[in-house]
């Protein structure tokens, strides 16, 4: 367990020089002065005044070499001193805390609909290997891994809002909003967990252990649930540890598709406008959010299967 | 344990299993008393576990089985799989092959015993756990109920799932391949606990490829070759004076049954360890162990698994640097002449290479000519047409002598022959030891004898080493 | 996306029906991105407005886009880009990638320490992300996308290639081979490669799917390619304002992004049953 939270907790680190250290070398290889950037990003972009620039360049010490100023801004990055957006002057801090909330909502309603869909199918698929719904679930979860998720989005968009006018196409604040960019993510994650949840089902159902079960002579739903279900929860669980990479790059399109107020969308809004703060606090958060992610699912998996906590 | 007062009596007469419209086995016939166990030995494919399946009642679907099976007046055979089933823990139970892989990884070994009385006799959940650890208590395990599977020994497995089947307490006991993965010392000791369920009144019905196991278990021997039962009777007379002659191969290819025929030292010194000392880790394998082997004599190294007999050898060959100590070499021996036989012959080869492609490169290599290999290709009994099938596609005996094969070609002074035959049916086995002592004789060299059994070990050998003699559990 | 998805790769000894379909599917898709720019005469960027949204099956063969260019060389010049994009991507991310996972396996030590530690670093971070950084520094530029997509696919090459090729080099055969006096370059050629080598197609395979995928992606979402560039992903939004008239036109550049996608996971995947 310590194992696990060690190497969670360095790979916060990692993410949080990574990507400060990315922000850091593009505030100064971006044309202009940073001084007056930062500086218009504190006082608002009219301010534009060059004493303001020479305060702030005294103050942030910007004339100083840069490896001392590298070391500042990892300070304050870790502090989470995350500065002001150069675009509207607000603390980064502020617009994060309203995004960050509606895409952990995002990101839990598409987690929740993919396993509500995956498994099911998988488990359907699983208990008749080559049968009819094994078939239709290979080549359903064939198609669906092949669309992109912003193509997904967008026929799901035109499909369900431009067609029938059923959902709204975009915009946040109540479950019909959610629901389009959820499902959007969710299809594209349910295709990959159905085939590993079959896969793990058709695994667990000719393991030893479950023939032994038998012959024990446990009747057939005491040997599925005790046998049968956590077994095949297991490469189900650690797979989600993957599918987290998939989730949050999702996340990061489906905001920017369907206008939906979250990190992700700010993230690309941040980079298109070239806010270097907002660029460094939204990608922070999303790095952070992918690490929780796969900590949650490291904690489950170890909770399941008693073989990983030998190490510890 | 708990003895049992019992009369019952399983009656096999005419039992036959079809696929479609081939009878894969046929017209067995044989009984089973308390007291007195019956050992179905053969190798696989002989039809040996599809009786067990039979009267188990878990015979894949596309196999059908016919003639009787009575157990305590109920024809086993009979009825729907349903039924079958409804007997499964109560009236039979089965002892799984490879127990580590039969106890289900995410479950204590307790509740894998204390689940059969709560959920196939019924009883409550504090009596079942109660009496779990009694049964675990029974086979010693008193301390392992908390333990998972991969916290245990593959010995320890065994004995949890003994202790499953005493829960069950059901009358006929079926123990396919008992001793399967495990060594010597684990093999006696599974099968002195077998003996013991025999001995309390169980029926015991036990599949076995080891001539060791049934002669171990006593009682009455039933030998199956291509689906027939071609020999039955006490085990006694059946291994001490078999009259088949595919009995006789087998008990023939027992080492415990050769005459010993151990090569005489001729020559000069060919390689020596000396003050060999190694350590794995906190694990010392050996201290100050001195070594020598003489051209044409075999040295044998015999202990339990884990105890560095393979690591001697390696050292020997310089695969692996000692703590201390020094490998000496006879003078003006090239190291191609120092040669290696491994435990499973076709990880030893190139997969997806025919036969013929690697030998060709190896002559190209060396210089040799191609009739150098045909020679000793004949020399070695070897089918030409195997030359050009890939190592998968060959059976382990001409696998592991193409691998002397391809040492000879290097006209070696010393062959290390690492478990060589551990992996081999009986019969390929007594085949490469012969060849090994021909080769030894004709050519003088000296070979290295890793193994795990003694037998094998005391036969064949000039000398013998044994490691690791801090008592074995 | 850029994570490939390695556990449900395994390739399959058998060329079944769905990989042959894959790659039947390819050869046409790639024969378009390849052939189509060369057959196709007409300017992929040339603006007609009296032909604005022209239908499919008139002068134009597949139909305009509303600024009457044509849309079929406007979707051969985008698969070309996109297949020839993930193509080089897929060999900038491959060719170092086996390259150091053989050198970190065979040598092992500081080596095989420096690079994995470089490949945890890269993994921190979800794929994409890092490539919206990089293109932060020059948005719309190939540069920035093409560096972030190898920066983050060689990691996984990297991965399977080390752990494949130090699961062979344990293996008996290989000291067996030693011991026999073959050198490193029959064992490279005769033992590592021809077992390496289908993950490692798998993986290409794989890893140009993402590519064609995450590059679509960026620029749909305005972060990656900008137009009049022919990109399939900005085709799609271009184009989306204009569902209601020419709905077809909206899904054509959709259809082959999904069609390239498909047959190269086909290829990859096999018939996994």
Request: hydrophobic residues 50%; charged residues 20%.
């Amino acid at each position: 367990m310590k194992r696990f939270l060690l190497a969670r907790l360095a790979q916060m680190v990692v993410v949080a020089v990574t990507v400060g250290a990315l922000c850091f070398i593009l505030m100064r290889v971006l044309p202009g002065d940073a001084a007056m950037r930062i500086a218009a990003g504190r006082y608002g972009p009219d301010a534009g005044i060059a004493g303001a620039a020479e305060k702030v360049r005294l103050e942030l010490g910007l004339d100083r070499p840069w490896p001392a100023q590298f070391l500042d801004w990892l300070g304050d990055l870790l502090r989470f001193d995350l500065g002001h957006s150069l675009v509207t002057g607000a603390p980064v801090i502020e617009e994060l805390k309203t995004q960050l909330g509606a895409s952990v909502w995002l990101a839990a309603a598409a987690l929740f609909l993919s396993l509500l869909i995956g498994p099911t199918i998988g488990l359907l698929s699983g208990l008749k290997p080559g049968g009819l719904a094994d078939r239709l679930g290979l080549a359903g979860a064939a198609v669906f891994r092949a669309v992109p998720p912003f193509v997904l989005g967008l026929v799901l968009m035109l499909v369900f809002s431009k067609q029938f006018g059923w959902l709204p196409p975009a915009g946040f604040g109540s479950p019909r909003e959610i629901l389009l960019p959820a499902l959007t993510l969710a299809l594209g994650l349910a295709a990959m967990s159905s085939r590993v949840t079959r896969n793990a089902v058709t695994a667990v159902a000719s393991a030893p252990y479950f023939a032994f079960a038998r012959y024990k002579g446990l009747p057939e739903p005491v040997v599925v649930r005790r046998h049968g279900l956590r077994n095949a929860a297991i490469p189900v669980v650690s797979y989600l540890g993957l599918q987290a990479i998939y989730l949050i790059e999702g996340v990061v399109v489906v905001e920017s598709l369907f206008a939906y107020p979250g990190i992700g969308h700010a993230l690309v809004h941040a980079i298109v406008e070239r806010d270097i703060p907002m660029v460094q606090g939204t990608a922070l958060t999303m790095g952070l959010m992918f690490v929780v992610i796969t900590a949650a699912v490291d904690a489950v998996s170890l909770w399941l299967d008693p073989r990983l906590r030998r190490a510890s | 344990m708990n003895v049992r007062a019992s009369m019952e009596e399983l009656v096999i007469d005419g039992l036959c299993v079809d696929a479609g419209n081939d009878r894969i086995v046929a017209d067995i016939s044989f009984s089973i008393r308390a007291g007195a166990p019956l050992t179905l030995l053969g190798e696989s494919g002989s039809g040996k576990s599809l009786v067990a399946q039979a009267i188990m009642g878990n015979l894949p679907a596309e196999l059908r089985a016919s003639g009787r099976a009575v157990l305590d007046g109920v024809d086993l055979l009979a009825g729907s799989a349903a039924n079958r089933r409804r007997r499964w823990g109560r009236s039979i139970s089965l002892m799984p092959q490879e127990p580590w892989l039969a106890l289900d990884p995410t479950m204590r070994a307790g509740a894998q015993v204390a689940e059969v009385h709560r959920h196939v006799k019924g009883r409550g959940g504090q009596e079942s756990e109660r009496l779990a650890r009694d049964d675990l208590a029974e086979v010693g395990l008193d301390h392992a109920a908390m333990l998972y599977p991969h916290q245990m020994s593959g010995g320890m497995c065994q004995r949890v799932a003994i202790a499953i089947t005493h829960a069950g307490g059901s009358d006929l006991v079926i123990a396919d391949e008992p001793t399967k993965g495990l060594d010597t010392e684990l093999r006696d000791s599974a099968a002195a606990r077998l003996r013991r369920e025999a001995e309390s009144g169980r029926l015991l019905l036990t599949i076995t490829h080891d001539v060791a196991v049934a002669r171990a278990l006593g009682g009455m021997v039933g030998v199956m070759l291509d689906g027939r039962l071609v020999e039955y009777g006490p085990a006694q007379a059946v291994l001490g004076e078999p009259r088949h002659d595919y009995t006789r191969a087998l008990v023939a290819a027992d080492p415990e049954t050769w005459a010993r025929q151990a090569p005489a030292a001729s020559g000069d010194l060919v390689i020596a360890g000396r003050g060999l000392s190694k350590s794995f880790g906190d694990k010392t394998l050996f201290r100050n162990l001195n070594i020598e082997l003489r051209a044409g004599e075999i040295v044998s190294i015999v202990g339990p698994s884990g105890c560095g007999k393979t690591t001697v050898g390696n050292i020997l060959l310089g695969l692996v640097t000692p703590d201390e100590g020094e490998v000496v070499r006879a003078n003006g021996h090239a190291s191609l002449r120092f040669q290696k036989l491994y435990q499973d012959p076709p990880a030893a080869f190139i997969p997806h290479q025919p036969i013929r492609k690697g030998l060709a490169d190896l002559a190209a290599l060396h210089g040799r000519q191609w009739s150098e290999v045909e020679a000793l290709r004949e020399r070695l009994r070897l089918r030409e047409d195997l030359l050009d099938r890939r190592p998968g596609q060959i059976s382990g005996g001409e696998l592991q002598r193409f691998a002397i094969l391809r040492a000879l070609l290097l006209d070696p002074v010393f062959l290390f022959a690492d478990e060589a035959t551990s992996r081999l049916d009986p019969v390929s086995q007594k085949e490469v030891i012969e060849f090994l002592l021909e080769i030894v004789r004709e050519k003088g060299l000296a070979v290295l004898l890793v193994t795990h059994d003694r037998h094998l070990a005391d036969r064949i050998s000039t000398k013998l080493i044994r490691l690791g003699d801090q008592s074995p559990s | 996306m850029t994570a490939i998805d390695i556990s449900l790769a395994t390739p399959h000894a058998r060329f079944g029906a769905s990989r042959l379909f894959g790659a039947a599917l390819l050869l046409a898709v790639g024969g378009f991105a390849v052939l189509g720019p060369l057959v196709v005469k007409a300017d992929p960027a040339v603006q007609d407005f009296s032909a604005s949204l022209a239908p499919i099956g008139g002068d134009y063969l597949l139909g305009a886009d509303h600024y009457g260019r044509s849309l079929l060389a406007r979707l051969a010049h985008g698969a070309r880009l996109s297949f020839g994009l993930a193509f080089l991507t897929m060999l900038a991310a491959a060719v170092p990638g086996v390259l150091l996972g053989l050198a970190a396996a065979w040598k092992g030590g500081w080596l095989a320490r420096g690079l994995d530690l470089l490949a945890t670093v890269v993994l921190a971070l979800p794929g994409l992300m890092l490539v919206l950084l990089l293109m932060a520094f020059a948005p719309g530029n190939y540069g920035p996308l093409f560096l972030g997509l190898a920066l983050t696919l060689w990691v996984e090459f990297y991965r399977v290639t080390r752990a494949a090729t130090a699961t062979i080099l344990v293996q008996p055969q290989i000291e067996a081979a030693r011991m026999l006096g073959f050198g490193p370059g029959y064992i490279l050629r005769n033992q590592v490669f021809p077992a390496i080598a289908p993950m490692i197609a798998t993986l290409s395979a794989f890893a140009m799917a993402s590519a064609i995928v995450a590059v679509s992606t960026l620029s749909a979402i305005s972060v990656g390619l900008q137009p009049p560039t022919p990109e399939l992903g900005s085709m799609i939004v271009e184009l989306l304002p204009y569902y209601a008239e020419a709905p077809v036109h909206v899904l054509l550049p959709a259809a082959l992004i999904f069609l390239l996608v498909l047959g190269l996971q086909l290829i990859a995947q096999g018939d996994r049953s």
